[in-house]
């Protein structure tokens, strides 16, 4: 690989850590935020929906903003949009401001989502896929962190979002610095393939989209798994705490553990792909899974329950990226953007959705019942992906 395409892949993975700084903000700041805006504790869900929303919209529009404006200026649009956004976090004093603000947050999140999956999709190995997705969980750990230091030491959430903006603007900045490298990278891929078709074809009308095979399962793959994904972050501290009897706040750290599985299996994933497929690391991540949930099932042992989130977290580590990067063979180059925006959307509906239902099953049943909620959606999933590579088979 060159040195031009190596310096543009640390830019890339910057602006992967840049997206995933702000999007676990929310949460860590909430029990001080709701308390100053005055507002129930329960309105988080509408700023979460309301970001959600955009970034369903943006990731449906990347298709054709991309091939408009192109990768490089998208991105560094998209960053400096959301670092605005954060600005506007900083100095919002009612629950209001904070909702109107939270739309260019959701849209552009989700142009940069799909517009660099799409192009390390196309332009670099399957293990630099997973490394991206590395870093995004980086910056999940690096933003509540920064948050939880100001909060300790004096400062209010306020000026949390507000050293966040500057962070964001600075990344904004060095991506805006980094275009020649996009253009110059686009200029040596010109005769290539997947530069032809990535950059000059006409957007795909999302009808059309629809009509080709594979399109549903893989849709339904990435609804799946998100739900996994999301379920477990939301509702797993309340799992341990209420049904395998540890305490609130040893639950609220061991929750974590799911995140750092996520992401340091993403970390050791981009090795394993020098050895294994796409489709047999979603396979294995699918098998991890299981085996985590299953510990989480047995209702003896909080080590197995400690053992199962990690597992959970591990086994998902590598079913996101390796999709993102499979998109390319099983469909085509030409249709990959419209397809990786349609898959984010996708992903994002079942952020939304899946959790909340849970929650319904918690609030009228009983919590215990989130392995078997985990487990019924995990089958579903591994039966539409295995439908897929059937159907994309070359």
């Known amino acids: 690989m060159t040195r031009m395409k190596l310096l543009l892949l640390a830019v890339i993975y910057l602006a992967f850590i840049g997206l995933g700084?702000?999007?676990?903000?929310?949460?860590?700041?909430?029990?001080?935020?709701?308390?100053?805006?005055?507002?129930?504790?329960?309105?988080?869900g509408i700023i979460s929906m309301t970001i959600a929303v955009g970034t369903i919209i943006s990731s449906l529009l990347s298709d054709r903003l991309t091939k408009i404006i192109k990768t490089g200026k998208i991105t560094a649009i998209s960053t400096a949009v959301m670092a605005i956004s954060m600005f506007g976090f900083s100095i919002s004093n009612s629950f209001i401001a904070l909702w109107i603000w939270a739309i260019p947050y959701g849209l552009g999140a989700g142009s940069v989502d799909a517009a660099l999956n799409n192009y390390v999709a196309l332009h670099y190995p399957s293990r630099h896929m997973s490394w991206l997705h590395c870093m995004w969980g980086i910056g999940t750990i690096v933003g509540p962190s920064v948050m939880g230091y100001m909060l300790t030491n004096g400062n209010n959430w306020n000026t949390g979002y507000r050293l966040m903006s500057i962070i964001q603007i600075i990344i904004a900045i060095i991506l805006v610095i980094s275009l020649p490298l996009w253009q110059k990278n686009d200029s040596i891929n010109a005769d290539s393939n997947c530069e032809q078709l990535d950059e000059k074809s006409k957007p795909i009308p999302l009808r059309e989209l629809f009509k080709i095979p594979g399109v549903t399962e893989v849709m339904?793959?990435?609804?799946?798994?998100?739900a996994i994904e999301s379920t477990t972050m939301?509702?797993?501290?309340?799992?341990?705490?209420?049904y395998k009897g540890i305490s609130a706040d040893t639950a609220a750290t061991l929750a974590s553990l799911f995140f750092i599985g996520i992401t340091a299996g993403r970390a050791v994933n981009?090795?394993?792909?020098?050895?294994?497929?796409?489709?047999?690391?979603?396979?294995?991540?699918?098998?991890?899974?299981?085996?985590?949930?299953?510990?989480?099932?047995i209702p003896y042992g909080k080590i197995l329950s400690i053992l199962g989130l990690i597992l959970v977290g591990i086994g998902c580590a590598p079913i996101y990226p390796c999709i993102i990067h499979s998109t390319p063979s099983h469909f085509g180059s030409d249709k990959s953007?419209?397809?990786?925006g349609v898959q984010m959307a996708s992903a994002y509906v079942g952020t939304c959705l899946m959790p909340p239902v849970f929650g319904l099953i918690a609030n009228n049943i009983?919590?215990?019942?989130?392995?078997?909620?985990?487990?019924i959606i995990l089958f579903l999933m591994i039966t539409?992906?295995?439908r897929l590579v059937r159907k994309t088979e070359k």
């Not at 001080?32 to 507002?39: A, F, G, P, Q, R």
């Not at 899974?289 to 989480?296: D, F, K, M, V, Y």
């Not at 009983?366 to 487990?375: F, G, H, N, R, V």
């Open 270 to 297: 981009g090795f394993l792909t020098y050895k294994f497929s796409d489709t047999q690391m979603v396979r294995i991540g699918q098998a991890v899974i299981l085996a985590g949930i299953i510990a989480l099932l």
């Open 220 to 226: 339904l793959t990435f609804f799946c798994y998100c």
């Open 234 to 242: 939301l509702w797993s501290s309340t799992y341990l705490a209420l």
């Open 366 to 375: 009983t919590i215990s019942l989130l392995p078997a909620y985990l487990i």
């Open 384 to 386: 539409v992906h295995e």
């Open 337 to 340: 953007q419209a397809l990786i």
């Open 21 to 44: 700084l702000p999007d676990s903000l929310l949460g860590s700041a909430w029990p001080s935020m709701y308390e100053d805006l005055n507002t129930p504790v329960s309105y988080a």
